[in-house]
């Protein structure tokens, strides 16, 4: 597997790709007032977006992951060291082969060389499987973080704290 930054060009096939997985696990409908959102995030150039390619299908983009640090992240960044990971998503035809695990730990490396020392994430109560994955990575609920985007839509809010030095290769 190859995890590398996305290409400008790449964008809006990433954007389906978060679309097409989220709809497919029935985590987002097609009326959702946050599909558009979903779809852009990294096209406005405020943060990484990386991209995995599975060899079974090379040259076709199998997941993705973005970091989008202090300023330009969402409710749950509270300090400028820290960072938020948004849009974990692998396509469906491509889950269950350890593309989302490589992913996340492709921006924990990323966001400790860029020196981020706290990484937080939101995500659905419904998310179970997304939930264990944080949780073996070493992410610890914050509850206190936990908000409501809208009204009927929690969600809660996960964090990791890094070493200084963690992720530099040697």
Do not use: C, N
Request: aromatic share 4%; proline share 6%; no cysteine.
């Amino acid at each position: 597997m190859i995890i590398r930054d996305a290409q400008a060009a790449e964008l809006a096939e990433v954007g389906d790709l978060r679309a097409e997985a989220y709809l497919a696990d029935g985590f987002l409908s097609e009326d959702s007032g946050y599909l558009p959102r979903l779809r852009s995030l990294g096209t406005d150039g405020a943060g990484t977006v990386l991209v995995a390619i599975d060899e079974q299908e090379p040259g076709r983009i199998a997941g993705t992951v973005m970091l989008q640090p202090a300023p330009h992240s969402a409710e749950v960044v509270q300090a400028p060291d820290e960072a938020e990971i948004r849009a974990l998503a692998v396509a469906p035809r491509a889950q269950g082969r350890g593309i989302g695990r490589a992913l996340l730990h492709a921006i924990i490396d990323r966001a400790a060389q860029t020196g981020v020392r706290h990484l937080v994430l939101a995500t659905q109560l419904e998310m179970h499987t997304a939930h264990r994955l944080y949780e073996r990575a070493g992410f610890r609920r914050l509850p206190e973080r936990d908000w409501a985007p809208q009204p009927g839509t929690k969600l809660i809010v996960y964090g990791l704290r890094l070493e200084p030095g963690a992720g530099e290769r040697v």
